[in-house]
T-cell receptor, first 114, second 111 residues
Framework: DAGVTQSPTHLIKTRGQQVTLRCSPKSGHDTVSWYQQALGQGPQFIFQYYEEEERQRGNFPDRFSGHQFPNYSSELNVNALLLGDSALYLC?????????????FGNGTRLTVT | GQSLEQPSEVTAVEGAIVQINCTYQTSGFYGLSWYQQHDGGAPTFLSYNALDGLEETGRFSSFLSRSDSYGYLLLQELQMKDSASYFCAVRGFSGTYKYIFGTGTRLKVLA
C-alpha cells in the first residue's frame, strides 16, 4: 500500500523563478493539503484541495497556487520565489477530513531559494 | 489567534518516562493530535484525543484537558529511536479544514 509520495525530494531555485511540486496521495484518500515547514518550526497550512477545488487557504500570498487532478494527485506552484520561501514543503492526504482523521504526510520537498 | 506552545527541547535517558506538554490558546476545536517527525522524515500520526482524558497506545499515551487548555504526550520505556521532534496539532470548528501545529519539541534520548 503506497503512502503519500512527493517529488522532487530536493530542489534549488533562484529568486524570481517559479517552481512546481507534486504529490500523490495515499491510496483511498481524496483530500490533499499542503504545508510549509521552516527549519525548527511546525508545519504551516498553505491550502487544501478536495474534488479538484481549493477548499480552504491559509495565510499565504497568491504566489502560492495549486491544483488537484481527477486521480486526486496535486501540484503546488510557487511564483516569483523569495529567499523566505526556502523550506520543507509537505503534502498530506486524508479521507474527507472526518474529525480526528489523521493526516498522512509525504517525506516532503526541500526547496532552497538562492 | 490560535497558538499551541510546546517546550523547545526535552532530554531523557533510555528506559525513562518523559512528558511533552502542549498548552493552547484557541477557540473550539475537534480534538488534539500528536505527530512524530524524525530528522529528514515525514510527520507521522501518533495519537488523537477527541475527549478529555487519557488515550493509551502502546508505550505512548496522550492526555487532554479542555478546561485547562492543556494536553500532553507521555512516552514510556524510552528508546533511542524515540529521538525525534513531536508536534501537537488541532483542527478548529466552524468549517475549517486546516490543522494548526504546535511549535514542536525536540526529544533527545541518551544512552
Amino acid at each position: 500500500d503506497a503512502g503519500v509520495t512527493q517529488s522532487p525530494t530536493h530542489l534549488i531555485k533562484t529568486r524570481g523563478q517559479q517552481v512546481t511540486l507534486r504529490c500523490s496521495p495515499k491510496s483511498g484518500h481524496d483530500t490533499v493539503s499542503w504545508y510549509q515547514q521552516a527549519l525548527g518550526q511546525g508545519p504551516q497550512f498553505i491550502f487544501q484541495y478536495y474534488e479538484e477545488e481549493e477548499r480552504q487557504r491559509g495565510n499565504f500570498p497568491d504566489r502560492f497556487s495549486g491544483h488537484q487532478f481527477p486521480n486526486y494527485s496535486s501540484e503546488l506552484n510557487v511564483n516569483a520565489l523569495l529567499l523566505g520561501d526556502s523550506a520543507l514543503y509537505l503534502c498530506a492526504s486524508s479521507t474527507q477530513q472526518a474529525t480526528g482523521a489523521p493526516l498522512h504526510f509525504g517525506n516532503g520537498t526541500r526547496l532552497t531559494v538562492t | 489567534g490560535q497558538s499551541l506552545e510546546q517546550p523547545s527541547e526535552v532530554t531523557a535517558v533510555e528506559g525513562a518516562i518523559v512528558q511533552i506538554n502542549c498548552t493552547y490558546q484557541t477557540s473550539g476545536f475537534y480534538g488534539l493530535s500528536w505527530y512524530q517527525q524524525h530528522d529528514g522524515g515525514a510527520p507521522t500520526f501518533l495519537s488523537y484525543n477527541a475527549l478529555d482524558g487519557l488515550e493509551e497506545t502502546g508505550r505512548f499515551s496522550s492526555f487532554l484537558s479542555r478546561s485547562d487548555s492543556y494536553g500532553y504526550l507521555l512516552l514510556q520505556e524510552l528508546q533511542m529511536k524515540d529521538s525525534a521532534s513531536y508536534f501537537c496539532a488541532v483542527r478548529g470548528f466552524s468549517g475549517t479544514y486546516k490543522y494548526i501545529f504546535g511549535t514542536g519539541t525536540r526529544l533527545k534520548v541518551l544512552a
